[in-house]
């Protein structure tokens, strides 16, 4: 594909001309034949960068059709090569501009070169004319990552992997592009075993603000760290973005923010992109309490109880029962498919009534089947399980619930196994996302902490608390007392710097600040002011004229509680200096006490240095 076909010149491997020679006839040629007949294509490149320690690795190469055509595009001139079947034709054409520019400015590094699965089985690339053609430009192979590109389908994995491993011994090195775009490119990541993984940029871009993605990144570069290969991370527009995707662990990085593609690319990183990569503070991740657990199902909720058949008798049933006081319900299948179920307390107070043991002991069971059991697939989850129970009738809340796998039994489930799960699954997403404020919970909050100390980042840490509280959410209700806990959410959030500092809300009116802005002084006090002067939204204005407000005591005498307020204490916490979150915590708590000694809204900052 780069190498020329015989009878032609080296540098063109391509069947028109644009003279009266052989070949398609210039007046005749459609747009996109001259372009290829005139080499009329231009090389940009943009930088790729280790993101530890900035520097420039290699460039991707990228191509353009002449500015004045409507094919200058990319995606409308291969589009146009696709239509008129010269997808081959204007990729080769696109590589050997590629080459011939790079190998001119002498470009350090690596040079990422676009190749589709379709022209890697060509003759012409496999038969050693393409090294004879870089070898002429003075590249070596093994600088050269053959980026594959799909464009459609990849089947043939069998035959891809001959090919690759073809050109690693000619010395290049590989590369899967766009990795969650593709059809197959989980797959060719498998097969293949390339050096480099792109990830799609749809999942870079607003990574910063996006758990999914967060997430999406993170399963990626773990997998990445398994098998030695080196994640690039492509479309990075923003500086969130590139904080992100270097706190997690990403190799590599190209996008716009650190550079555009360019006919001569920048050979070192920018000031402002260096200054992130070198910066000792961490990106604030994104939290999505419901993307910390996988969804839970009906399954979850079973217990296999041996079933019974039709023709079991009752004197068997009794057995089971007597012989195993936990045993609630006793299921009764047909060929493996349910057909009812038997209840313990029904069976046992028919069953031991006088002389019916003896009268229909040796009888089948049928009489005490409940033929119209609930029937719940393993795989329905169990919020909709919960919904689902509610508008049936009550005495299935007795009976419990069988649980199919498409249709055939599996095992059973009772009310109190479905509630005991809904309210861990509750206390578990409590800890990861506040369901008053929909902050970050205990668990995150940790995390950044263990994040920051691990980074050995200087940061402030703050913990925010609520003076006399109590005696507001007991005078004016719990609904008020809500507001008034939203509200310091709201306010403690709009004074942070949401790409440097972190805000958690661990339960009931206690929140953290984790601050890596150098103004978070500053910060802290406008939230203070911002607290205040929303004093009109929360009181009457006689309580905030006299300072205080009073309720009757149990003794029926007034009693007087001050204007609730909000304190911050604050503490510095240096690299080194703690060795975990539960000595940050513990800091953290001692300057909140020493600044709800003082009166009104007040900031602490504990100036003594802590031993850890």
């Known amino acids: 594909m780069l190498a020329s076909q015989p009878n032609e010149p080296a540098q063109t491997n391509l069947r028109f001309s644009n003279d009266n020679g052989p070949g398609v006839p210039a007046a005749a040629m459609t747009p996109l034949q001259e372009i290829i007949a005139q080499r009329k294509l231009s090389a940009l490149f943009q930088p790729v960068i280790d993101l530890q320690s900035g520097e420039v690795i290699g460039f991707e190469g990228l191509i353009r059709g002449p500015a004045d055509s409507t094919l200058h595009s990319p995606v409308n001139l291969f589009g146009a090569a696709l239509q008129q079947n010269l997808s081959l034709e204007v990729e080769m054409l ?12 002498k470009l350090p590094g690596n040079l990422f070169l676009n190749i589709s699965p379709e022209t890697m089985s060509l003759p012409s690339f496999k038969n050693g004319r393409t090294l004879e053609f870089m070898s002429s430009l003075g590249i070596d192979p093994a600088r050269v990552v053959m980026e594959i590109t799909e464009n459609q389908p990849t089947y043939d994995f069998e035959e891809m ?18 990795l969650g775009e593709g059809f197959s490119s989980l797959r060719l990541w498998s097969e293949l075993r390339p050096e480099y993984i792109k990830i799609d940029m749809h999942f870079i871009q607003g990574v910063d603000h996006d758990p999914v993605k967060l997430q999406f990144l993170k399963s990626i570069q773990q997998i990445a760290g398994s098998c030695g290969t080196r994640v ?28 555009h593609p360019s006919p001569t690319p920048p050979l070192l990183a920018s000031n402002e992109t260096c200054r992130i990569i070198n910066s000792k503070n961490i990106g604030v991740f994104p939290v999505n309490g419901m993307s910390h657990r996988r969804q839970i ?80 697939e393993k795989s329905m989850p169990v919020e909709e399980l919960s919904s689902f129970l509610a508008e049936t009738p009550t005495r299935h809340f007795a009976d419990g619930f069988i649980i199919t796998e498409q249709g055939r039994y599996i095992g059973v489930a009772t009310l109190q196994d479905l ?30 902490i263990e994040g920051l100390l691990q980074m050995n980042t200087k940061f402030i840490a703050c913990h925010c608390n609520l003076d006399h509280f109590k005696p507001f959410n007991d005078n004016f209700g719990y609904g008020k007392g809500d507001e008034m806990i939203q509200l310091v959410a709201r306010l ?34 406008q939230a203070l002011r911002s607290f205040e002067q929303a004093a009109s939204l929360l009181f009457k204005e006689e309580h905030i004229l006299n300072g205080e407000y009073s309720s009757e005591g149990r003794d029926g005498k007034l009693i ?14 240096l690299p080194g200096q703690f060795s975990s979150h539960h000595e940050v915590s513990a800091a953290m708590n001692a300057a909140k006490k020493m600044a709800k000694k003082v009166a009104g809204n007040s900031l602490f900052l504990e100036q003594r240095r802590i031993r850890s």
């Open 94 to 105: 696109a590589r050997q501009i590629v080459l011939e520019s790079f190998s001119r400015q």
């Open 161 to 178: 992997r001959s090919a690759l491993f073809h050109y690693r011994q000619m010395g290049f090195k590989t590369a899967i592009d766009d």
């Open 232 to 259: 690039i991370a492509e479309g990075i527009e923003t500086e969130g973005e590139l904080r992100v995707v270097k706190d997690i662990g990403i190799a590599l990085g190209q996008g716009y923010f650190i550079a």
């Open 297 to 376: 199902t009906a399954e979850k909720l079973l217990s296999y109880v041996e079933p019974a058949q039709l023709e079991t008798s009752n004197e068997q049933i009794f057995e089971r029962f007597s012989g195993n006081a936990a045993l609630h319900i006793i299921p009764v299948v047909k060929n493996g498919l349910p057909t009812g179920l038997i209840n313990r307390d029904q069976f046992i107070d028919t069953f031991s009534q006088p002389r019916q043991r003896e009268l229909t002991g040796k009888q089948i069971c049928q009489h005490f089947i409940r033929t119209d059991p609930l029937l719940v």
């Open 419 to 448: 509630l005991r799960e809904l309210i861990r699954m509750q206390q578990e997403s409590a800890r990861y996302a506040n369901p008053l404020s929909l902050l970050p919970g205990n668990v995150p909050v940790i995390e950044h």
């Open 492 to 525: 403690l959030g709009w004074a942070c710097d949401h790409t440097m500092d972190f805000i958690g809300h661990i339960g009931g009116d206690d929140f953290i600040l984790l601050m890596q802005s150098r103004d978070w002084k500053s910060r802290c006090e």
């Open 560 to 573: 007087f509680h001050p204007l609730t307020s909000l304190s911050i204490g604050a503490i510095t916490v």
